[in-house]
């Protein structure tokens, strides 16, 4: 149980170009999802929590009108990356954590991101 | 603003060889800890949770975290690491000033040679 799955795995975007990464959980009810950046070599930084219905919430530095975070459903979360560049290149990876858990958040696969 | 800090970023083991990662957070107050482990191409998946109690948290695959308080520190451990452990590991915090978010630790790359 608690699968969390991400789409695409990889995408290859030209600069200016903007791409959406789908996060479902797939057996359980997210009511708040994460988004997360890990760039080489180095821990992932939280970047938005969203719970459902509700604005996402976004961390100090993270541009909100450059990474657009839904959260339209109990299993379905979209990050949309507007304009990317290619330092927007990354791996992008979610988590999603029941109303019941509050504490044990289950983690996607992560979205490799290239903008050339 | 909450830290966690591991010490090692690539430590290379032999198999059997005993283990320990080092993690340190820095909120004083009420914590959860985590490790997660991240195998090459696979998802962060949990190791083990420390949220009260006992401070010798046993986790899957026979790893095994104990909470210094004093420390400040959540170290792994593995008594004979084996070569499928190979993977990234992240120590996590949750509590203080983030509640209900993670703050991960730099991660610690274990390579292990059969």
């Known amino acids: 149980g608690a699968v969390v799955s991400q789409h695409p795995s990889r995408v290859i975007c030209k600069s200016g170009t903007s791409v959406k990464i789908e996060c479902r959980s797939l057996d359980f009810q997210a009511t708040t999802m994460f988004w997360y950046r890990q760039f080489p070599k180095q821990s992932l930084m939280l970047m938005a929590t969203s719970n459902e219905g509700s604005k996402a919430t976004y961390e100090q530095g993270v541009e909100k009108d450059k990474f657009l975070i839904n959260h339209a459903s109990l299993t379905l979360s979209t990050l949309t990356v507007t304009s990317a560049h290619p330092e927007d290149s990354s791996f992008y990876i979610c988590s999603a954590r029941t109303s019941g858990r509050t504490y044990e958040q289950y983690f996607g696969p992560g979205t490799r991101l290239t903008v050339t | ?114």
């Open chain 2, 1 to 114: 603003a909450q830290s966690v800090s591991q010490h090692n970023h690539h430590v290379i083991l032999s198999e059997a060889a005993s283990l320990e990662l080092g993690c340190n957070y820095s909120y004083g107050g009420t914590v959860n800890l985590f490790w997660y482990v991240q195998y090459p191409g696979q998802h962060l998946q949990l190791l083990l949770k420390y949220f009260s109690g006992d401070p010798l948290v046993k986790g899957i695959k026979g790893f095994e975290a104990e909470f210094i308080k004093s420390k400040f520190s959540f170290n792994l451990r593995k008594p004979s690491v084996q070569w499928s452990d190979t993977a990234e590991y992240f120590c996590a915090s949750l509590g203080g000033t983030s509640y209900g978010k993670l703050t991960f630790g730099q991660g610690t790359i274990l390579t292990v040679h059969p």
